[in-house]
């Protein structure tokens, strides 16, 4: 396109975009704590702004809050996703785990939200809270509108009439729906350990496995401990979760054999003491736990090379 001198006329930048980028950290971190899956949540991002776009530059002008209108639009997309998640991992094969996340990513903590929101302060939840691997396990128990209700408003700090609009319930509903939500979590929360401790614990765990020392294995353990893998049926893991202090030794023990070649790294996995399995620097499994004085409760294994993406960078 010419002007009348003949010379050619650039388009002006859109002076919101910055704006409506700004937002894009936020979305993640939201989207993934109402998912459990990076994947997914990048890809309802991407189609929040893919709506944001389709709109008409009249529409979007006459959007009073852009960042409200996208975290609206995503958390829709996230509801409706949630609704077919059942049927999605009933065609799954072996157990799903939510999906890990490294250390470093700017969405997994930093003040993001409404902050609009009134809660009695033990009624809230911290963003580094919500990234704990037994956290999102217990989400995965909710209800969509559960979900959702209490991640808006217990974590993001939405009122409930902000989160009355998202869900399509009324405040008294939505109120209702974070605390059903709130007692779940609630029930399944062990005492927990400082995170010194629970870096000890994990450090212990590891040389024992490496060491293949299964009554050391089994002094780390909770009597009633489980494990749970997650292979996606791409890779070899247990179908099914292995409970027992025995057992789980006896389990990680007999898997030193086929560790050849792998090493085991100390990391930071949902914001809690990890280990990561290489193979010539390659992530093959990222292991979560759940640790509880001295002793390990739970155990989370990701095998799912679909799952492990964002360890090659991390």
Not at 57 to 73: C, F, K, M, N, Y
Not at 79 to 92: C, K, P, S
Not at 103 to 108: E, F, K
Request: aromatic fraction near 6%; glycine fraction near 8%; include cysteine.
């Amino acid at each position: 396109m010419t002007n009348s001198s003949g010379s050619e006329e650039r388009a002006l930048p859109d002076p919101g975009l910055s704006e409506i980028m700004g937002e894009r950290h936020g979305l993640i971190g939201l989207t993934y704590r109402l998912l459990g899956s990076l994947t997914d949540a990048e890809d309802v991002v991407q189609e929040t702004y893919t709506r944001w776009y389709a709109l008409s530059q009249r529409q979007r002008d006459a959007i009073e809050s852009p960042g409200g209108w996208l975290t609206t639009v995503a958390s829709r997309i996230c509801l409706d996703l949630l609704g077919t998640a059942r049927v999605r991992r009933e065609r799954y094969v072996g157990e799903w785990v939510p999906e890990p996340v490294p250390a470093g990513a700017q969405w997994i903590s930093g003040r993001w939200g409404a902050g609009g929101a009134t809660a009695d302060p033990a009624d809230q939840v911290t963003l580094d809270e919500s990234i704990d691997m037994a956290f999102l396990v217990v989400l995965d128990l909710m209800t969509p509108a559960e979900r959702v209700a209490f991640i808006l408003h217990d974590v993001f700090r939405y009122s409930f009439a902000e989160v009355a609009e998202i869900v399509g319930r009324t405040p008294p509903a939505c109120r209702q729906l974070a605390s059903s939500a709130r007692r779940r979590i609630r029930a399944s929360q062990s005492a927990g350990a400082p995170a010194a401790r629970r870096a000890h614990t994990v450090r212990a765990f590891k040389r024992a496995w490496e060491a293949k020392d299964i009554d050391a294995l089994i002094g780390l353990l909770a009597p009633d401990v489980t494990a749970v893998g997650d292979g996606g049926g791409l890779v070899s893991a247990a179908l099914h979760p292995v409970e027992g202090a025995e057992r789980v030794a006896d389990f990680y023990a007999a898997r030193t054999d086929a560790m050849r070649g792998v090493e085991l790294l100390e990391r930071t996995v949902n914001g809690r003491p990890g280990l990561v399995a290489r193979v010539d620097g390659a992530p093959v499994s990222v292991l979560a736990f759940d640790v509880e004085g001295d002793r390990i409760r739970r155990i989370w294994a990701v095998l799912n090379p679909a799952k492990l993406r964002p360890w090659h960078t991390s």
